[in-house]
């Protein structure tokens, strides 16, 4: 068999083979794989809207939804199928693995025509190249874009995670942001009706300007922090609304609990999430670079030396004079020369980014457990802490509040005094809700860092240190 006849079926055959084992991309099977593996965090809700029938569709849904007050579930199922900002995750995402999936393709091949005419002779000429090295690394290509279409899989799951569990966090400062304002306002009612009642006591003699000035340096106190709370509740509230992707309509339906969930009855147990931890998405993503890049070397090193490309010609030759034709067939061989570049650099890149991903394997590695104790270390700690307020505290504010109204109506102690104290209660109650916030913030951050999107929170010494100011006296 002749050398054209062998490079002709061979490029035939690797050809076919190429069209049957192309890496492909379909991103309603990876949204699929996704709502499957994060369950308790979509429920099934993520989907890609492409069409304007799923555009509307969508729309009827978050309406149905918007019509009760939001849930921290229902934030998170409007913000997974209605929001813009996390649409654009999802196709950043698809155009990624698209882009992995066509890194394991060859180039097409290249059709060359010429037309030469010299004197009463013309020639036509007809090549068709192609790269031989690209043919002949084709399976090595196509793990490395498996690998990278795996690795896009897993950074999609990852920034599921992460949206969902900043739409969660945003949901608990909403409402809690709510529900402190609703105290704030009480506490200034009441300091409000003190500086009123101080005023008139002044003016009759009955109190000192002293006296009335602290009343009434109450009355500011608390006027500046309702402006605080209400700026608190209108940030936090527009906060949420951009991350679920509500336009000005669907904003004025919003409406949010009265207040937040109540504690669980009893903390996660550190065993039990420490095992959910095992198979931590952070891992699994530095384990697909390193082989990725690790692939990558092998192949990035050969080619670093030579590029070959492969070509068949078939000429024409025309007589005029004689009417005679005659046709030209061969190939050709195109080999790139390290003569000015032999590689070495671009050999040194492949080799520095398997080292660096090699060593953000081993890194990942040794703080994946540290992460996920320190994250249940403030779930716990924050739980304890509203534990206490609601177990211990409140309960405490509460008794001293009775025994102070008795006091008021045997007339041992006077309205101002009673004002403060239930001053000093709803302070106590903010607190608390403070607390609770920052807990059900560190749940949240908790069920990331188990799946492996590390999250930390701040524990809040000033809700820890509130505790000693119930007690105390007037």
């Known amino acids: 068999m002749t050398p054209p006849r062998i490079l002709k079926k061979t490029a035939i055959a690797l050809a076919v083979l190429v069209l049957a084992g192309c890496a492909t991309v379909n991103i309603s099977e990876s949204v699929d794989q996704t709502n499957q593996e994060l369950n308790g965090f979509t429920n099934g809700k993520l989907s890609l809207v492409q069409t304007d029938e799923q555009r509307q569709a969508m729309a009827s849904k978050a309406s149905e939804i918007l019509k009760e007050p939001l ?83 897993l950074q999609l799951t990852s920034s599921v995670v992460d949206q969902v569990t900043q739409v969660r966090q945003a949901w608990v400062d909403a409402v809690a942001a709510q529900q402190a304002h ?46 605080a709370t209400r700026h608190k509740a209108t940030a936090t ?35 039990d999430v420490a095992k959910q931890g095992e198979n931590r998405l952070d891992v699994r993503m530095a384990k697909q670079g390193f082989d990725a890049n690790a692939k990558a070397q092998g192949l990035g090193n050969v080619a670093s030396f030579l590029d070959i490309e492969a070509g068949i010609r078939y000429d024409t030759i025309f007589e005029n004079d004689t009417g005679e034709r005659n046709n030209k067939k061969g190939y050709e061989l195109e080999l790139a020369l390290p003569i000015f570049d032999w590689g070495g650099m671009k050999r040194d890149t492949f080799n520095a980014n398997t080292l660096a991903a090699a060593n953000r394997l081993e890194a990942t590695l040794r703080s994946a457990q540290s992460t996920l104790r320190e994250s249940y270390s403030a779930y716990r700690t924050t739980y304890d802490i509203a534990r206490h307020y609601r177990d ?27 004002l403060a104290d239930s001053r000093d209660q709803v302070n106590v109650v903010v607190q608390a809700i403070n607390a609770q916030a920052d807990f059900w913030r560190a749940d949240a951050a908790l069920q990331a860092t188990v799946v492996g999107k590390p999250m930390m929170v701040s524990v809040s010494g000033a809700a820890a240190s509130a505790g000693g100011d119930a007690g105390g006296g007037h």
């Open 182 to 227: 609703t105290y704030a306002q009480q506490v200034f009612e009441s300091a409000q009706t003190s500086a009123e009642l101080a005023r008139r006591m002044q003016e009759v003699g009955n109190f000192t300007r002293l006296q009335r000035a602290r009343q009434q340096s109450f009355y500011a106190d608390a006027a500046l922090n309702l402006a």
């Open 392 to 418: 211990e505290i409140i309960p405490l504010r509460q008794t001293i509040a009775d025994e102070n109204v008795l006091r008021y109506n045997g007339m041992f102690i006077g309205v101002f005094e009673l």
């Open 71 to 153: 849930s921290q579930a229902a934030a998170v199922e409007l913000m997974l199928t209605h929001s813009p900002q996390f649409q654009t995750v999802l196709a950043e995402n698809w155009a990624q693995a698209a882009q992995a999936a066509q890194s394991g393709r060859i180039h097409n091949p290249v059709f060359a025509f010429e037309r030469l005419r010299i004197k009463d002779e013309l020639e036509l000429g007809r090549l068709l190249s192609f790269g031989l090295l690209d043919l002949l690394s084709f399976p090595a290509r196509q793990g490395i874009a498996r690998t990278q279409i795996d690795r896009a899989q």
């Open 237 to 271: 509230r527009e906060a949420l609304v951009r991350m679920l992707g509500l336009n000005t309509e669907q904003t004025a339906q919003l409406k949010l609990p009265d207040r937040l969930p109540d504690l669980p009855e009893a903390p996660k147990a550190a065993s």
